[in-house]
């Protein structure tokens, strides 16, 4: 492993004395603030959009492959001045990163489990091509971005702060190639609840495999914009047949793999007779979540039911609804924790889904558990002190 570089860096090109440039991190010491002078008004977080209001500064880190990382800066949020030729613009060379902080109980701001963050984004790094950073300086300039913004933490246990790191190629080439530029940033959104209500909202899913999210040997466990910018198209045809998701199937077996933007969970007796919490694995098509790990972790904890990181086909779950087998079945991500499924259409049938009519109990348990640590109303070294 190189100095300044927490990853074998390998497809993103960290090699040894060629890549001395790209494996010299930038260091949270070095950081600069020079924040806003003036200041917008603070929103009422019960009426936000997700993603449409942004706070007064941003952390922004330039990398070359001359210089390598400059210096950090903490300034005020403004808009970024990019080559009509970069990279990023004409061939996706960039990635980005979703998390949140969050106001406790005790008036505490908590990071969730930042560090799983810090280490997708690496990898989305070297598959991207992009250079290697230190992930613990990364968080640790993250820190004291959100320290600067604290105010702008929802004072509100139904909100959040979401932190949204972006990392571009600004190589300014047609080139298709290794970008020699890159620009590092980090803005920040506060969020109001996903569920307008305050409730539960069940969501209705689209399954047709003529559309594909990812494939094998491709990008899908990365966090790259292409994978999502060539799914809105997916997603609007999903909205004009009435549903508000689209249901990712792969593979001539119509295997389920993710649901919208999220990771899929099914709680359902299995082919066996026993209770089981199932989530398709980690073959490389399925974004290793934070919230999914999570949530397998505190189910494996528990040791109440079996828990599986396995294939689960369209057939599977059609036969176990015949047979009365399926309990609950939802999704998993950081906008929204967890979101109940209640309905699929799939091959021109809609498929019920009992989720609500079981509780969700589990669904519920599980977002009762990681909300209960995100606010502070419960002890876990899964939540980093911001401040």
């Known amino acids: 492993m190189i ?13 040894g004395e060629t890549a001395k440039h790209m494996t010299e991190s930038f260091k ?23 993603g449409t209001v942004f706070t007064d500064n941003m952390l922004i880190i330039e990398w070359s492959l001359a210089s390598g990382w400059e210096k950090p800066y903490i300034k005020p949020l403004e808009n970024l001045s990019l080559h009509p030729a970069s990279s ?22 908590r990071l969730f489990r930042p560090a799983l963050n810090m280490d997708r984004m690496a990898r989305s790094a070297r598959r991207a091509t992009l250079p290697c950073f230190d992930q613990n300086e990364l968080l640790e300039c993250i820190r004291k971005l959100v320290e600067v913004e604290k105010e702008w933490v929802p004072h509100s246990t139904s909100a959040s702060l979401y932190i949204r790191p972006t990392l571009i190629g600004t190589e300014p080439s047609l080139g298709v190639k290794k970008p020699t530029k890159a620009l590092l940033y980090v803005i920040l959104s506060p969020v109001g609840p996903y569920f307008a209500s305050g409730s539960f909202n069940p969501i209705s899913l689209w399954a047709d495999p003529k559309y594909v999210r990812a494939w094998k040997g491709g990008t899908g466990d990365c966090k790259l914009g292409g994978n999502y910018g060539s799914s809105i198209y997916a997603q609007q045809e999903a909205l004009e047949l009435g549903c508000q998701q689209v249901l990712w199937l792969y593979g001539e077996d119509h295997q389920i793999t993710e649901v919208g933007t999220m990771n899929l969970f099914l709680y359902w007796i299995n082919e066996d007779g026993e209770d089981e919490l ?25 040791g109440e039911f079996k828990v599986s990181e396995r294939y689960i086909t369209m057939s599977d779950l059609t036969t176990a609804l015949e047979e009365n087998r399926v309990k609950e079945m939802f999704g998993a991500g950081t906008a929204c924790v967890v979101c109940p499924i209640s309905k699929i259409l799939y091959k021109g049938k809609h498929l019920h889904i009992p989720t609500m009519e079981n509780g969700p109990q589990l669904t519920t ?23």
């Not at 100095?3 to 090699?15: D, S, V, Y």
Request: hydrophobic share 40%; net charge negative; charged share 25%.
């Open 3 to 15: 100095k300044g570089c927490q990853n074998e860096c390998t497809a993103g090109g960290c090699l």
């Open 28 to 50: 949270a010491s070095d950081l600069i603030i020079t924040p806003a002078t003036t200041f917008k008004e603070k929103p009422d977080p019960s009426g936000l959009v997700f």
């Open 88 to 109: 990023s613009l004409h061939y996706a060379v960039e990635l980005f990163e979703g998390m949140k902080a969050y106001r406790g109980v005790d008036g505490k701001i």
């Open 278 to 302: 199932a989530t398709p694995p980690l073959d490389g098509i399925i974004l290793p979540g934070v919230t999914r790990q999570s949530i397998l972790d505190l189910a494996r904890n528990w």
């Open 365 to 387: 348990r599980f977002l009762n558990k990681l909300s209960d640590i995100q606010y502070g109303r419960e002890d876990s070294d899964w939540a980093v002190l911001v401040s």
